[in-house]
């Protein structure tokens, strides 16, 4: 076999290992790709956990929001409280939305615009939704665009089968008039992955 062979049977095999490299390279990157690639999300992939999720208002006593930000379980009586957790049951991130779904009221119903919200979370430290001077009334929310019921309150996310605490205060703004009509305004709070 002359050199001029011997070179060119070299330079073949050469190509043939760099060629064989690159497809394992774009094997391995291909299917990591494919391993990343997000799960798709059923909205039951998060849930809300609580002994409740309805609360249920009347119009015994409008408060300001001072007094409103500082109830607790012992002190809720007339007020809404309710503790409530939010559990990612997958093992890849999830968003997630927490919603309202306001009930018929069987008295008159209080007028929305003056139920205050307030959204902790276990340590006592508000979502950016609810802070500053002015807190969210019902009618802050902007509804679902699937559900026309309902409304969004908070978005978040959450590691994989994580649990976060939440904390829900609502009560009638200290500007309602309160008077001797029986009147009520209640919700149930709902969680979902998006």
């Known amino acids: 076999m002359s050199k001029k062979n011997v070179r060119y049977i070299i330079f073949l ?22 391993d990343k690639k997000i799960a798709p999300v059923d909205p039951e992939d998060v849930s809300l956990v609580a002994d409740s999720n309805t609360i249920i208002m009347k ?14 379980e012992d002190n809720a009586g007339a007020f809404g409280y309710l503790e409530f957790d939010i559990k990612n049951n997958t093992n890849v991130d999830r968003d997630f ?8 009221s069987p008295v008159k119903e ?15 430290v ?23 019921d309902s409304k969004r309150i908070h978005e978040g996310s959450l590691a994989p089968n994580e649990e976060k605490h939440f904390i829900l205060r609502t009560w009638i703004a200290e500007n309602y008039v309160v008077d001797n ?14």
Do not use: M
């Open 13 to 34: 095999l050469v190509i043939i290992f760099i060629l064989f490299l690159c497809s394992v390279f774009f094997i391995v990157l291909v299917k990591d790709h494919n």
């Open 59 to 72: 119009n015994i006593i409008s408060v300001s929001d001072d007094f409103g930000r500082n109830i607790y």
């Open 97 to 104: 939305q927490i919603y309202i779904t306001k009930l018929e």
């Open 110 to 124: 209080i007028n929305p615009n003056y139920i205050t919200f307030y959204l902790t979370n276990y340590a006592n």
């Open 126 to 148: 508000a979502f950016d939704e609810f802070t500053g001077n002015k807190l969210p009334s019902y009618d802050d929310f902007h509804y679902l665009e699937d559900k026309a």
């Open 181 to 194: 009509t029986e009147e009520s305004f209640s919700f149930e709070i709902h969680a979902r992955a998006v």
